[in-house]
C-alpha cells in the first residue's frame, strides 16, 4: 500500500554477494530447482544501486563498473522486474517509475548471487523511494519469486537455506573470517552446471545435511573448522565443466589458503585465509602466478541489502 506521493530524494542501497560455506544439493524436484541443504554467509564484495524517481510507468537502468557490458541494461535486468514486480502488488507499475545505476564489483555470473543483490537493492530502494508499507517478510516473499539467492541478499549475515535456498534461518557465527577470491576467466551458467550435477548423479537423492563441524566451527569461531568443513556439491559439476578451475584451486592451496571451494556454481574461487595478514599475502601470490583474471579479498559475515550514504 502506498501511503504518500512519491518522494524525490535519491535512495542508496548496499547489497552483499555471497559464499556457500556448504552447498548439499539433492535430485531435481519436477519444477527442475533442486532441493538444498546450505549454509550463506555474505561478503563485503558489494553491488551500490542508487535510484531516483521516474515518470510514472518508466523504469530504467544504467550500469557502471569493470564488468557492465556484460550485464543487460533493459527490462530482463533482475533489479527492473523486482522493481515492476514490487509495483504491480502496490496499485501497479504504472503507478510508479524508477531509474537506477548499478555500480558493480559482485563478479557476474561469477557464482556470488550478483545479479540476486541487484534485486534485492532494487526492491527495498524502491520501497523507501515510493514510501511503500513493507514488511521484511513481504520482500524476502517477493525475493523468492525473483530468484532462489534473492532472500538471503536480502537478510544478510549467515544463514541456513533449504527448499531452492530460499527457505532462511539465521545461525550462529563468531568472528570474520578473511576470503581471497579468484575470478578465473572462464564463464559458465548456473542451469549448465545443476545440469551436469545431474548427469554426475543419476539417482536422485534429499541433499545431505550440512557438516555438523561446519556449524559448530562458526558457533565457536574457530576458522580451522570451518575451512576442514567447507563443501560444495557442484564442485565436481563446475570443473568437469572447467578444468581449469582445478588448477586455480591447487594454486591457492599452494599459495597458503587454509581451505578452497568453488563458490556456488563458480567459476569464482572462493580461498580461506586464516587471518587479515594471511589473506593479503595470499591475494598477492595468486595474482602474481596469473591464473585468474582477477583476484579480490572481502570479509564476511556482512549484513544484507541496507540503505547507506
Ligand atoms: O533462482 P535462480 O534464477 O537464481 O536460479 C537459476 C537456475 O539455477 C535455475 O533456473 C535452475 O536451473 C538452477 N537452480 C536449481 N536449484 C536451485 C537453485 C537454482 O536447479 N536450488
Not at 138 to 167: I, K, N, Y
Not at 170 to 196: C, K, M, N, Q
Not at 198 to 206: G, R
Not at 270 to 278: H, I, K, R, T, V
Request: net charge negative.
Amino acid at each position: 500500500m502506498k501511503t504518500s506521493a512519491p518522494g524525490t530524494e535519491r535512495v542508496r542501497v548496499r547489497a552483499p554477494g555471497k559464499v556457500n560455506l556448504a552447498l548439499r544439493v539433492g535430485g531435481a524436484r519436477p519444477d527442475g530447482y533442486h532441493p538444498l541443504n546450505t549454509v550463506f554467509q555474505a561478503l563485503s564484495l558489494f553491488d551500490d544501486l542508487t535510484a531516483v524517481p521516474a515518470p510514472a510507468g518508466e523504469y530504467r537502468i544504467g550500469i557502471v563498473g569493470d564488468q557492465a557490458h556484460l550485464v543487460p541494461a533493459d527490462g530482463s535486468n533482475l533489479a527492473v522486474r523486482a522493481a515492476r514486480l514490487l509495483a504491480s502488488l502496490h496499485g501497479g507499475e504504472d503507478h510508479f517509475g524508477a531509474a537506477f545505476e548499478i555500480r558493480k564489483t559482485i563478479p557476474v555470473t561469477g557464482g556470488m548471487a550478483g545479479g540476486s543483490a541487484d534485486a534485492a537493492a532494487a526492491l527495498v530502494a524502491c520501497a523507501h523511494l515510493w514510501r511503500l508499507d513493507v514488511s521484511p517478510s513481504e520482500l524476502q516473499d517477493l525475493g523468492g519469486e525473483l530468484g532462489a539467492d534473492v532472500p538471503f541478499c536480502l537478510l544478510g549475515s549467515t544463514a541456513l537455506g533449504r527448499g531452492r535456498g530460499d527457505e532462511l534461518v539465521p545461525i550462529l557465527s563468531r568472528g570474520g573470517y578473511h576470503w581471497v577470491l579468484a575470478l578465473p576467466d572462464v564463464e559458465l551458467s548456473t542451469p549448465a552446471v545443476f545440469r551436469r550435477f545431474d548427469e554426475l548423479n543419476p539417482d536422485a537423492a534429499p541433499p545431505p545435511p550440512v557438516p555438523p563441524g561446519l556449524l559448530e566451527g562458526l558457533s565457536g569461531g574457530d576458522v580451522r573448522r570451518v575451512a576442514a568443513n567447507l563443501v560444495n556439491d557442484l564442485q565436481p559439476a563446475a570443473v568437469s565443466l572447467r578444468p581449469h578451475l582445478a588448477e586455480v584451486l591447487d594454486a591457492g592451496l599452494a599459495a597458503g589458503a587454509l581451505a578452497g571451494i568453488v563458490s556456488g556454481s563458480g567459476p569464482t574461487c572462493a580461498f580461506l585465509a586464516a587471518n587479515e595478514d594471511a589473506a593479503v599475502r595470499l591475494s598477492g601470490a595468486l595474482a602474481g602466478i596469473g591464473v585468474c583474471r582477477a583476484v579480490r579479498r572481502a570479509c564476511g559475515p556482512v549484513p544484507g541489502a541496507r540503505l547507506f550514504g
